[in-house]
């Protein structure tokens, strides 16, 4: 009876572990399923938050265009501001240029009335002087020096 008593043991040790691995099975399937409603409900808030970051970026590429448009707006408004104020300079460089060319040539007129009269004073002293030379040149033109010979050579 050994035999028997043997044979009923392993007899229901098969079945204790058939019912521990189908009790194993019946919980990886439990957990499994678990881990798949919670993998749906993640897809789904992230689906959201992925639509939800879709429409903020639309938002802000909207109000990237709207803000370019208000840009190029004040851009032009700059550039017509620029242009007028280079026009304004253009006409004060023009006036400047002008009153430079007058007393650059008011200067030479002056500088030939100048000259004239210097060349005048000149010739007026020249001619009052003339007459009078120094005796005393004229008595050492008379004299003349002798030449020392240099030696050795």
Same mark, same amino acid.
């Given at each position: 009876?050994?035999?028997?008593?043997?044979?009923?043991?392993?007899?229901?040790?098969?079945?204790?572990?058939?019912?521990?691995?189908?009790?194993?099975?019946?919980?990886?399937?439990?957990?499994?399923?678990?881990?798949?409603?919670?993998?749906?409900?993640?897809?789904?808030?992230?689906?959201?938050?992925?639509?939800?970051?879709? /429409? #903020?970026?639309? @938002?802000?590429?909207? =109000? !990237?265009? &709207? *803000?370019? $448009? %208000?840009? +190029? /707006? #004040?851009?032009? @408004?700059?550039?017509? =501001? !620029?242009? &007028? *104020?280079? $026009? %304004?300079? +253009?006409?004060?460089?023009?006036?400047?240029?002008?009153?430079?060319?007058?007393?650059?040539? %008011?200067?030479?007129?002056?500088?030939?009335?100048?000259?004239?009269?210097?060349?005048?004073?000149?010739?007026?002293?020249?001619?009052?002087?003339?007459?009078?030379?120094?005796?005393?040149?004229?008595?050492?033109?008379?004299?003349?020096?002798?030449?020392?010979?240099?030696?050795?050579?």
């Amino acid at each position: 009876m050994a035999n028997a008593d043997d044979f009923k043991a392993l007899a229901d040790d098969m079945a204790k572990a058939y019912k521990d691995r189908t009790g194993r099975i019946s919980s990886i399937k439990a957990e499994t399923h678990g881990l798949m409603r919670q993998a749906k409900e993640e897809d789904k808030t992230r689906a959201k938050a992925v639509d939800d970051l879709q /429409a #903020d970026t639309q @938002k802000m590429i909207g =109000g !990237f265009h &709207r *803000d370019s $448009k %208000a840009r +190029a /707006a #004040d851009n032009a @408004k700059m550039m017509a =501001g !620029f242009r &007028r *104020d280079d $026009k %304004a300079r +253009a006409e004060e460089v023009d006036e400047l240029q002008a009153e430079t060319q007058t007393m650059v040539n %008011a200067f030479r007129r002056e500088h030939h009335a100048t000259a004239a009269a210097w060349r005048g004073l000149v010739a007026t002293m020249a001619t009052t002087r003339a007459p009078r030379v120094p005796t005393a040149m004229v008595e050492a033109k008379g004299k003349r020096r002798r030449r020392r010979k240099k030696r050795g050579g």
